[in-house]
Structure formats: C-alpha cells, structure tokens
C-alpha cells in the first residue's frame, strides 16, 4: 500500500509525534464555501448532492483545495442507511432533515432490514472510490456512519425534534422494540462501515448525536451498548493498513471513559470539555480530536489565533492531538477564517508556542 | 429562630446524618398537578399567578399537601427580574417565555436598572412570608433566581431560541456589552436573592439554565464568574440561620469542580452525570442534589422504586445527598407516580438497602 504525502493525521491518530498537529474540521465541506452553495444550486436538493458521486467526490475535495487540511472526511449525511431501508429522506432547506416514512409502529420496525450497502448505499462507495482516485493519496479519507441511537431517534422522530419525544415514549413504552431496532441499526452502520473501508476509506468516524440526551444508565444501555456492538464488528485493517475509528457523543464529556472502553481509536471532544482534562482522564488509552468552539471562526483572525493557541496549549506538547472544532463549521464563516485557524494549527504547534 | 418539624433538607446540605433522605423535586408545584391546572385557569395567565401572594402562595403548597416533601420551593419565575426591569414578560400556552421588549440595541443595555426587589419584586417577597406563615415551620422554604448568564441568554433573544442566535452573537460581536448586561443583572439577582433571605426563605438556589451552552473558557468568563459575584454578595444568615446556597447548570456535569469553588454549598446534578463519579470528584466540599431522569416519571411503579434504589444506591451511605430528579417533572406525570418516588425514596434510604 502506497504512503500519504501527508499522514499526520494518522500518526497523531497511533500517538505517534508529529512535526505539525494534523487539523480537519467537521462540516469542513459544506455551506461555508460559495463553490458548495453553487453545487447545491445546480443539483437542486441535498440528497441528490449525495446521491451523485461525482458531486459527492467534487464537495468532498473543494474544501482540500483551499486549506491544507490534514484528512478529508467524505461529503456524505449519516441518514443514508435510513434511506436506504425505505424511509424517504428529504432536506428542506433550513429544517433539516425529514422522512417521508418515519418508524410508526411495532410493524414498521418489524419489517425493517439490514441494507446491502454494494447494492443499496453503492452511491457512497462509488464516491469514496472517486474521491481516493482523485485523492492520490494526498491525505487520509475519512468514512463515517451515525450511532444506532441517533440514528433511532430520527427515524422514529421522523425530523429533527430536540424535545425528542416519541423516541422518549418508545424508550419507556417498549424498550424491547427500541432494542429490536437498535440491534438492525447496529448490524446496518457496521455493514456500511465495512463496505465504506473496502471501497478505500483511511479511517471511520461515528457520530453519537443525540447519546448526550439520555441519563447515564441509559446512554450505556441504549446508545453505547451498540456503538460497542459495531466496533466489534469492524474490519480491523484494510490491505495491511488499520483502520482507526473515531467516536464522538455531542455532549458527552463526562462519559469520556467508557467511551475509552469500546474499542475506538479516537474520541471527539466537544467544547464543554476541557481537553486538559480529557487527556487526564482517559490516558495513553486513546488520541483526542477537538475542541476548538466553531463559534470563534466568527470573531477576528486575531482572536482566532489566539484561541487556537489555548487549545494547542490545552492538550499539551503529547503525541495524540487531532486539532478539529467542537462542532460543525457554521455556515455565516469566512472561508479566509477557516484559512487562518489552519495555519494557526499548523504554525503554532510547529513552534510549540507555549500560551 | 424556632425549629422545623423536619429539617433533614437543611441537615443534608450540612452533611449531617439524616434518618430519611431528604428529596424535592424542581418544578414539583406545577402543570402535572390537577389543583394547578385549576387555579391556572382561573387566574387567568401564569404571570397573573406569580404576582397574586396568595395564588403564589397556595400552589406552592400543593405538592406539600400531597406528598411528604422535604422542602417547599416558592412558586415563581426566574424571569421576574427581567419583568421587573421593564422587559415585559408573558407566557404563551405551550410556547414558553416571550419578552414585549426584548434588549435590542447598545441603549437598550445601558438604560437598564437595578430592580429595588422591596418595590419592584415585592409579589415575591408577600408571597414568601405568606407561605412560611402557612407553612408554619413543616419544613424549609427555598427562594430562587436565575443566573445573570441564563436571563441575559432570555433578555437578548426575547424568547425561548434554542439555538441562541442573539446571545452568541452579542458574545463574540461585543463583549463588553455583554459583561456591562451581565453585571447589572449580577447586582439585580444579589439583591432579588438576598430581599427573599430577609422575607424569609431557608435556602436559595441559582438556576444556571443555559450555561450549559457554552465553551469552558467562556462558561467560566460570562456564567460562573457572575455566579460567583452574586454568591459573594448574599447575607450568610439570617436571623441566626445560615443560609445555604444550591448552583445548578443544566449541563455542566463536566464543571462541577469549578462549580463547587464558587462558595455554594450543593451542586444540583443533572441525569447526565454520575452521582457516584460527582461525589468522587467534589468529596466533601458540598452536598449533592439530583438526579433521577424525570422520565422515569412516567414509567411503572416497580420501574420508579428500582430506579429510586439505584439513585440512592450512587450516592451511596455517606451525609449529604438531597434526593430531586435532574430536571423538572414533566406535565404528563401522574401525581400517584410522584407520592411513589417520594414514599421510596424515604423508604429505601432509611433500610439503606444496598443495590
């Protein structure tokens, strides 16, 4: 297998040192670069964005052309395997997402099956393979599916509704049907995470939306439990390169070390957690990706550089850093900003400045 | 300074053996009860119930007639001060706080005054005294506030965001002005906090609803710095009582040793935070309240009582835990289900049965 050009990413991933701290940011491609707004005009809809991959494979790379990032992540959305077990996935503009089929009753999830994803999601492997191609290995693709939980939260939601409440009443209701479609969900997101690492995907990522609204017991019974089940159904390696998985739960910082205890590689830190604090708490066990706040790409390239400096400083001169945002970029950001923060990055922690 | 009748809720917060654990619930006055649901009606609009004494009164004593609480908490809003500084607050049915005139520019800030609590709040402060007549030493009577962060959050939005456009960007388009808003409201809740110690409430808390929101560095620069100012500004007694001050931040479970520095003396522990991991990572400096999920509520007794078990059982035998849920009950809990947590709660903590 050939090498990356650049693979600090991975080797901040394997806490090996590195010369600069690798930096991507979630919604790195996305409404933020006027080249993504004129894609999602032309296309017409979201889906059909990601339905395409030759658009899919073009977004993923438009941010990589203007900032040195060190991964690109693939222009994907992780309610595609909701899709393709026939619940009718839409966008509307600024609502967020909508099924046309959301999960109603007993039989609505009696009958949901484990997608093929060669078959039913072949869309986003033909676009991991473009985009490698188009890649050339000049940094590391990340591949990336939602938790069972969050996954069940919008399906059975049907929108995204943060009061969550017929997920809620399920949970109470009839926690053996929650259980019966979380367990297809987890066999779902490991199939589409594998088949996603044999179309050449460097690294995968699963995002636990909606874990950090569940009580401790049970975000352990209902969201980890399965993160746990998908993990250990992972391809470990892929033509004798490993496969990292990163796992981030939004607002999970005080669940860091059962996080720890899943099998995952990386933990995604989110703003209300103190990467100081992270490192302490979970060791050499894992690398740490975070936690800079997205709202600071709002302010001046001053403050941002100064607030990249505290971050960097936060962490500390150890192996096992990936500098990312908290949460996604907003989409009011500058590009010129989120050239600012990558050099920052990069800059800084050449020069290990000290806060 | 004559005794309660039961004052396990003041021992608790003490860290002095109890026989029973002590429990009370937020928001255990309200829409879940039908004797509320009635008098609401009546009155006409909730604000009508907040500055009629004796409306204020009577609900705040309703859950106390059923169920053998701990500790009564007075009907209010936290949103009273900013009412009182001529923002106009009303409710809508099901829609949460609205402000007629919200803070919408820099005169709008800077014309704002400290409320006289004596003058401008004084439907609290008659509310308070009629209610520890009516009382009449049972148990102890809890004042509350809002902290300056989560009503500056309020002012600036004029309702219930959640995703908080305004606040966020007055935070990083003007700082300055910010921290002028938070400091007159910083002085207004000293004040308000400290007018409802002298007419005669037992203990105050500080509903830290929206710090949760924020970064670590900014939660300690715009919330928990202002926490601090109000709690270094309340009387420690009254009439030869100490008065003991709960903080709660809805969130801020990864912020509890910092919370646990501002002079409080209980941290409210919400249901995303280990009661167990809370109490190892505070020890000694202040006791503990919280947190079963309120949407055990709604589930079976036997589901309510195992759950109470297990709360109590994270907490574990040592002084110090007051028994709440970790956030409000929700309307739709039937009253029997609430007269089943709190006989288990006594019941179970007073067998000390193991889990």
């Given at each position: 297998m050939r090498a990356f050009k650049n693979d600090s990413f991975l080797r901040a991933i394997w806490r090996q040192p590195v010369v600069k701290t690798p930096v991507w940011m979630m919604r790195?491609?996305?409404?933020?670069?006027p080249e993504y707004r004129a894609l999602r005009q032309k296309a017409g809809s979201f889906m059909q964005l990601c339905k395409t991959p030759e658009l899919a494979s073009e977004i993923t790379l438009q941010p990589l052309a203007r900032f040195p990032l060190d991964a690109a992540i693939l222009f994907s959305d992780i309610l595609t395997i909701p899709d393709a077990m026939g619940l009718g996935l839409s966008f509307k503009e600024g609502e967020g997402p909508i099924f046309?089929?959301?999960?109603?009753?007993e039989h609505d999830i009696a009958r949901l099956r484990v997608p093929t994803p060669e078959v039913d999601l072949a869309y986003v492997l033909d676009a991991i393979r473009l985009t490698q191609k188009n890649l050339a290995r000049q940094v590391p693709l990340i591949g990336f599916c939602g938790s069972p939980w969050t996954l069940a939260t919008y399906m059975v939601e049907g929108c995204a509704n943060k009061s969550f409440p017929r997920i809620q009443a399920l949970r109470q209701g009839d926690p053996k049907l929650l259980h019966t479609l979380l367990d297809v969900l987890a066999k779902s997101v490991s199939a589409h995470l594998n088949a996603q690492i044999r179309a050449g995907v460097n690294a995968v990522m699963i995002f636990d939306?909606?874990?950090?609204?569940?009580n401790t017991a049970d975000y352990q019974i209902f969201s980890l439990y399965y993160v746990k089940q998908v993990i250990t159904h992972l391809l470990t390696q892929h033509e004798g390169s490993p496969i990292p998985v990163i796992l981030f739960t939004k607002g999970g910082g005080q669940w860091l070390e059962l996080m720890a205890a899943t099998g995952c590689h990386v933990l995604g830190i989110d703003c209300q957690t103190d990467l100081n604090d992270a490192r302490l708490r979970v060791g050499d066990k894992v690398a740490l990706q975070g936690n800079l706040?997205?709202?600071?790409?709002?302010?001046?390239p001053e403050r941002i550089r100064a607030a990249v400096a505290k971050t960097l400083s936060a962490f500390g001169?150890?192996?096992g850093h990936i500098f990312n945002l908290g949460h996604g970029v907003p989409q009011q950001v500058l590009p010129e900003h989120v050239a600012v923060l990558v050099d920052a990055v990069h800059e800084l922690s050449e020069k290990q400045i000290p806060l």
């Open positions: 790195q491609a996305g409404r933020y670069l046309a089929h959301p999960l109603r009753s939306t909606w874990g950090g609204m569940l706040d997205p709202a600071i790409l709002l302010e001046s001169k150890k192996p």
